[in-house]
């Protein structure tokens, strides 16, 4: 590969995949920036195309491909342009790279904050060690009043169906002061929700247990962060939680009672089969604790449907285990089968066709529950927070939603809603799943 010689030094960047891949495209970015670059709102500004990808199933390194086919007819439109690919497709194997001759830069996981080294030519690393800390440069790359803050990378729970340990290494959690040391200044610049992300939040520390510390120890200290801000947990795993967590959850002022816990099954023998670490009855006595003690919980989980071996009444328990909790929010996935997986080499895979019509069946019960619940809603009082403002409608999330992912609330706008405003506001009707609500009155605070 040559290095990077054009015209000017532009990058533009596309980020795909989950929260904690956003996380390194702001690292990336903070490194370029401080190594010169600026940053192009447009492919057409760009010298260099950076595309940070996900390969965790077929659909998001399909995503990603066609991402890069994009990217190859923007180069061949001026001389001079260059491509540069990082993240999970970097690490998947590196005989994928022959598949795309048209990218210039290779960049994987421990290669997120040195880009710029990586355009002067130096080796794409195959590691999976980098953790990055509170000093490192970041660009935030969310809305102003939103912050991610990856806590851990990497994964050793091993689930049969799943490669990433493979593309991210084995579990590394960072510090808890640099943790908090990072909160605290991104509340002092104004974020009012931050969205604690890892592979497995509720694992933090279980790497260096002799440091004594974990998620409840750490949300105790964020719990001490001067500032109005809440915290928001996504992917937990249900066989880590603690009575110490539980504890910490119940009594905390800041961390909302939102908890995304992808369940993935309840057949005893599929939870086996997926080295899930937990049975049947383990979940369903977890779930009945944390209902217990948690008020207006609101739980968002994700199952797997068509695994190998799934029979039809392994799949009509999965099916009456739903009906009875009644998950807020909940996504189905129909079982891919993952080449250099344990999964992927089971026999009795059920047909794409029936995996599929199973996780339809089971999202089209759930989306009549959460319409049967924004329904529920209607004459009710909320909090919500504002995103974004356009054409006369404030679109903004309560408790129960987390950006990008669940519902949201729309308000007509009086010309005084910004984006980052806290607002009681009284829920008038829904639209779809999502509610639709009025102003009451702006939260200062």
Same mark, same amino acid.
């Given at each position: 590969?040559?290095?990077y010689n054009? @015209? ?5 960047? $596309? ?8 996380v ?5 970015s ?8 600026g940053m192009a ?9 950076? !595309?940070?990808?996900?390969?965790? *199933?077929?659909s ?5 491909a066609?991402? *890069? ?8 439109e001026?001389?001079?342009r260059?491509i +540069?690919?990082s ?14 001759p ?9 290669? $997120?904050?040195?880009?710029?080294? *990586?355009?002067?030519?130096k080796?794409? @690393? ?25 806590i851990?990378d ?13 593309l991210?290494?084995k579990?590394? @959690? ?8 990072e ?6 610049n104004?974020v009012?929700? $931050?969205?604690?992300?890892a592979?497995? $939040?509720?694992a ?21 962060? %001067? ?7 996504l /992917?937990?795993?249900?066989?880590? /939680? #603690?009575? %110490?967590?539980?504890?910490?959850l ?5 961390v ?23 049975? @049947? ?23 797997i ?6 029979t %039809?009444?392994?799949f009509?328990?999965?099916e009456n ?7 807020e929010? =909940?996504?189905?996935f129909p ?13 009795? !895979?059920p047909?794409v ?6 996780? #339809?069946?089971l =999202?089209?019960?759930q989306?009549?529950r ?5 329904t529920?809603?209607?004459g009710?009082e ?8 356009t ?13 990008? *992912?669940d ?16 607002? +009681? ?19 200062r605070?």
């Open positions: 590969m040559k290095n054009g @015209s000017g030094k532009y990058f533009y960047l $596309v980020a795909l995949g989950c929260p904690k891949n956003l390194d495209s702001e690292i990336i903070g490194n370029l920036l401080s190594s010169g670059w709102m447009a492919p057409e500004e760009a010298d260099l195309y950076i !595309i940070n990808t996900c390969a965790f *199933i077929p998001a390194r399909n995503e990603a066609e991402e *890069i086919a994009f990217a190859a007819q923007w180069k061949n001026a001389p001079g260059q +540069l690919v993240g999970c497709l970097s690490q998947y194997t590196r005989d994928i790279r022959k598949d795309f048209q990218v210039d830069f290779w960049a994987g996981v421990d290669d $997120v904050p040195r880009i710029a080294e *990586i355009l002067q030519g080796a794409c @690393s195959d590691t999976c060690t980098y953790l990055h800390d509170e000093n490192t440069p970041l660009l935030q790359l969310t809305m102003p009043h939103i912050a991610y803050v990856k851990a990497g994964c050793d729970n091993c689930c049969s169906y799943c490669i990433i340990p493979r991210r290494g579990l590394r @959690s960072r510090p808890a002061q640099s943790i908090v040391n909160i605290a200044n991104l509340v002092a104004g009012k929700e $931050v969205i604690i992300v592979q497995d $939040v509720t933090f520390g279980m790497d260096r247990p002799q440091d004594g510390e974990n998620l409840a120890g750490l949300l105790r200290q964020i719990e001490e962060i %001067e500032g109005s801000f809440c915290v928001r947990l /992917y937990t795993h249900p066989a880590h /939680y #603690t009575d %110490e967590l539980i504890d910490v119940k009594n905390s002022q800041k909302l009672p939102y908890l995304d816990m992808p369940l993935q099954h309840i057949s005893d023998r599929i939870l086996r089969e997926m080295n899930r670490h937990i049975t @049947s009855d383990g979940i369903k006595t977890l779930l009945k604790k944390l209902r217990k003690n948690i008020p207006g919980l609101v739980l968002r989980t994700t199952f449907t068509g695994l190998p071996g799934e %039809e009444a392994e009509e328990e999965l285990f739903i009906r009875e909790q009644k998950f929010r =909940m996504g189905v079982y891919a089968p993952e080449p250099g997986s344990p999964a992927g080499a089971m026999p009795d !895979i047909p066709e029936v995996a599929e019509a199973r996780a #339809t069946k =999202m089209k019960a989306i009549g959460m319409k049967r619940r924004s529920s809603l209607i009710s909320m909090v919500v927070l504002v995103d974004q403002v054409d006369g409608v404030a679109v903004a999330r309560g408790v129960w939603d987390a950006p990008d *992912i519902n949201v609330v729309l308000i007509p706008d009086d010309g005084k809603i910004r984006e980052g405003n806290r607002l +009681l506001v009284r829920v008038t009707g829904r639209q779809g799943c999502d509610s639709v609500a009025e102003k009451l009155r702006k939260i605070k």
